[in-house]
């Protein structure tokens, strides 16, 4: 896959492609990530891509033949492009998922005030990553491209993002790990038990629990396998008795 990305802060993404996950699949050509800077296509001598607001008001606004510009250079036809703004629809999992079966995704980044309004007819869709407002795009850039490069093939170990909280709807189970004991507060014996079963059983409980207690919503509407039925109902006597 080809994740490309224009905005007017390029260094912001040293980071992001030197570190860890996402630095391993650039190196094993798993994605590739090209950073693109605006200024490139800026058609004055001092590289202005804003200017001030038509009928006034404080900051910039990223001009929209300056991204017109740098989007008919860079993607071709099958391109996705996703404006980030908080104006968008709410990023979610699913759009991952979406996301990750693309070819090419490319991602606008504003900065100021924000982009021309005739920008949001340039594009595929357009994504916020939360209900609060950012400096720029570009952390939510990093934040999409970052969940969308883990679920590409060999990125990790797919083992790794299946029970992860929302990939399969519900919260993750709890994890624990050496010591056993610390303080009085031990890890729950079936972990340690070596029944793979009993194990999972208690993975999908948990996870339920974890659900049902912190995000109630994820459950509404969801078919329940007749396990997570039984699994549901136990959890709910449980805590709704404490
Ligand atoms: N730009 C500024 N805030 C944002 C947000 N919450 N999501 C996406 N893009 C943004």
Request: charged content about 30%.
């Amino acid at each position: 896959m080809k994740i490309k990305i224009l905005t007017l802060f390029p260094d912001m993404f040293n980071g992001f492609v030197g570190e860890s996950i996402i630095k391993r699949a650039i190196d094993n050509n798993v994605v590739e990530i090209e950073i693109i800077d605006y200024r490139t296509y800026s058609n004055d001598k001092h590289n202005h891509v804003d200017d001030t607001p038509c009928g006034g008001g404080a900051g910039m606004v990223i001009r929209c033949d300056v991204i017109d510009r740098a989007i008919k250079a860079n993607s071709g036809d099958n391109t996705y492009i996703c404006l980030m703004t908080p104006q968008g629809e709410r990023y979610s999992e699913a759009i991952t998922k979406e996301l990750a079966l693309k070819d090419e995704i490319m991602l606008i980044c504003g900065h100021y005030e924000g982009f021309d309004e005739r920008v949001r007819g340039y594009v595929d869709r357009e994504l916020s990553i939360g209900d609060y407002v950012l400096t720029g795009g570009e952390i939510p850039a990093m934040a999409i491209a970052d969940s969308v490069i883990r679920l590409l093939d060999n990125a990790i170990n797919s083992e790794s993002y299946k029970d992860d909280s929302y990939y399969n709807g519900l919260l993750e189970y709890p994890q624990y790990t050496r010591p056993v004991e610390y303080n009085g507060d031990s890890v729950p014996e079936v972990l340690l038990s070596g029944n793979h079963k009993k194990i999972n059983e208690y993975r999908l409980k948990e996870s339920l629990r974890k659900t049902y207690l912190r995000r109630p919503d994820l459950l509404e509407g969801r078919l329940l396998s007749k396990e997570e039925e039984k699994f549901l109902k136990e959890v709910k006597d449980e805590e709704d008795n404490k």
